[in-house]
């Protein structure tokens, strides 16, 4: 059941039943939802065939990294399972990220393929800590590019960033954006926060929400409040 919102939910919950619980909540029609590590590694293929199942289009938030062909092995199973997106991390390089477009291209797979830059968590500091010195803005901007010439649809990134990787990579390179905060939410543990109407003014084109819609006594009124916002858009 496809949709055209920009709106991904986060089903950040420890067991199938629970992500089962919320999704139930949720109209397949006006989001997609988002599997993550926790939920995958408990729950396994199962969540995918239920969220399926339900409607959903599924992003598998995975975040591969490793050598060429595990990774592209890796996404290619994630896509004959039916996911609209998988993600790997860029910084695993050009080599990495080529090999698991090609196997994607080989075996007439549709599933997006898009590259974590830097986690939204990370401050420059940290980035100095692992070695790199590049200014963060400057080094998301390098691995968007990187991403691109590697034949990715698109990066996950921090509402910040959306509108440089837009002029440096193109309107149609995806811009997946975690940190999203409507206005009635607060920030919780991200450090680069934006609220959604703003996110998709910046050039972001989906939005990754969790607790906001989760966490709310009624999910879909939440999603409907965020829907409101995003009209002015």
């Known amino acids: 059941m496809a949709t055209d919102s920009p709106i991904i939910i986060a089903l950040d919950y420890p067991s199938l039943d629970a992500a089962l619980c919320m999704a139930d909540q949720l109209d397949p029609t006006r989001c997609r939802v988002k599997v993550g590590k926790e939920l995958f590694t408990r729950s396994g293929p199962a969540v995918l065939e239920a969220l399926h199942g339900r409607g959903f289009e599924v992003f598998l938030d995975l975040k591969f990294h490793d050598i060429p062909n595990t990774v592209a092995s890796a996404v290619q199973a994630a896509a004959e399972q039916g996911v609209w997106m998988v993600n790997v991390h860029a910084s695993g390089g050009r080599r990495m990220m080529e090999t698991a477009m090609q ?3 080989q075996n007439a797979l549709t599933t997006h393929l898009i590259a974590v830059t830097v986690l939204t968590s990370m401050q420059t500091d940290d980035l100095a800590e692992l070695g790199i010195k590049t200014p963060l803005a400057e080094h998301v901007e390098h691995l968007a590019l990187l991403a691109k010439q590697s034949g990715l649809q ?43 109407n703003e996110a998709m003014a910046a050039g972001s084109s989906h939005l990754v929400i969790g607790r906001p819609v989760t966490q709310a006594d009624d999910p879909m009124v939440a999603l409907e409040a965020i829907e409101v916002e995003l009209e002015g858009h």
């Open 103 to 105: 196997r994607l291209d």
């Open 154 to 196: 698109g990066v996950v990134c921090s509402a910040q960033e959306s509108a440089r990787i837009k002029t440096l990579c193109g309107e149609s390179f995806l811009k997946v954006t975690p940190g999203i905060r409507p206005s009635f939410a607060v920030a919780n543990d991200q450090q680069r926060t934006m609220g959604p």
